[in-house]
């Protein structure tokens, strides 16, 4: 029962904050400020769950307790039928959902629900390196397509025997970061490479990292002191090609607040025909990649606390394997091992993503004492 007060008393400690947050967002001041109005929406609907949870849970501790009473007073034999076949159905209901309020109870990430940039870079493994990034983005394009998200590529460079260099998209949809931040770090293979004559084995790599999308309210960028240049796109395009300078190049001077220094950021999109689109997509760019270098702190701080959330410190960690001989999957990071490589690289990746939620909310109910 200490547990049950336990989570008792938290849920109704945060019971008064629903009723100020509530209040708080009906208010006109608080509307006309939309970066807190934002905030607070997202925090009310956060605890709307919390507290409709809540009022279940109260339910099912008042039938156990009547039934327990009804044992314990009552003689006639069908009331007491009745009063044990309730504490049988609140002694199964009553453990589940106290598992479904810890989790709710868990701090979420503030940047769960956000669109994601996603960058695939081919690593060490020259043209084999290439070819794996664009395996990767085909497993990711098809993973993106069977949640319903919406894919753009901004930018890419193509590898001089196949798939991408790099390549850079952004993914819009429901809680696309929250699911895909998982999936930053360095991907290994392990193949015989179509170049490859002997037959033999070879080690690639590819790296990914998953940026949370910056809203335009989340950084101060001063555009006056942004250098535009334009060019013409190249790759598939008709006659529009080298004829129309629809390319945009933007560079940024960033002051970085570790080192004093002022650093240049450069980011080129091609992204489409319309030059005023790529500025837009440009610019978009930018805020997530000043907003991602300022929150990394944050990261990493996070990430010396876990050891699972590989995604939130060290990108350059290796995080998973893909070994085609022997039709393996193996994500480090959870000691996860699967032999359905076909299926996976075709984008059935939420299994693995799945294990990674729970193993990470572990982490995290342990953070919180929960």
């Known amino acids: 029962m200490a547990d049950n007060n336990n989570i008792l008393s938290k849920l109704n400690d945060l019971e008064a904050r629903f009723q100020e947050v509530a209040l708080l967002i009906t208010d006109p001041a608080v509307v006309a400020d939309m970066k807190r109005y934002v905030k607070l929406n997202k925090e009310y609907r956060e605890l709307e769950q919390i507290m409709?949870?809540?009022?279940?849970?109260?339910?099912?501790?008042?039938?156990?307790?009547?039934?327990?009473?009804?044992?314990?007073n009552e003689s006639d034999s069908e009331l007491r039928e009745i009063a044990r076949e309730e504490l049988d159905n609140c002694a199964e209901a009553i453990p589940a959902i106290e598992e479904e309020i810890k989790l709710l109870l868990i701090p979420s990430d503030p940047q769960d629900d956000r669109n994601a940039i996603l960058e695939i870079r081919g690593g060490t493994g020259g043209d084999e390196a290439a070819i794996f990034a664009g395996d990767l983005y085909r497993m990711y394009t098809k993973y993106c397509e069977s949640k319903g998200w919406r894919m753009e590529v901004s930018s890419f460079t193509e590898g001089t025997s196949g798939g991408y260099k790099e390549i850079i998209c952004t993914v819009s949809g429901d809680k696309v970061y929250g699911t895909l931040k998982y999936e930053s770090g360095v991907h290994r293979v392990q193949r015989v490479p179509a170049t490859e004559t002997q037959g033999r084995v070879h080690t690639s790599a590819a790296s990914v990292a998953v940026l949370p999308e910056a809203e335009p309210f989340d950084v101060e960028i001063t555009e006056s002191a942004i250098k535009w240049d334009t060019f013409r796109s190249s790759g598939a395009g008709g006659q529009n090609v080298n004829k129309v300078e629809s390319g945009v190049r933007l560079r940024y001077p960033w002051l970085n607040p570790e080192t004093g220094q002022t650093e240049e950021i450069l980011i080129e999109c091609t992204e489409t025909r319309d030059q005023p689109k790529n500025k837009e997509r440009a610019l978009a760019r930018l805020r997530t990649m000043i907003y991602d270098r300022e929150h990394q702190r944050y990261a990493n701080d996070i990430a010396s606390k876990r050891k699972t959330m590989v995604s939130t410190g060290d990108r350059s960690a290796k995080i998973r394997t893909y070994n085609y001989p022997q039709g393996r999957i193996t994500d480090h990071r959870i000691n996860y091992t699967i032999y359905n490589l076909q299926a996976f690289v075709n984008g059935e990746i939420q299994d693995c993503i799945d294990h990674l939620i729970v193993a990470e909310n572990a982490e995290r109910m342990k953070e919180n004492e929960l």
């Open 52 to 72: 409709d949870a809540r009022k279940r849970y109260i339910v099912l501790l008042q039938s156990q307790s009547e039934a327990k009473d009804l044992l314990a």
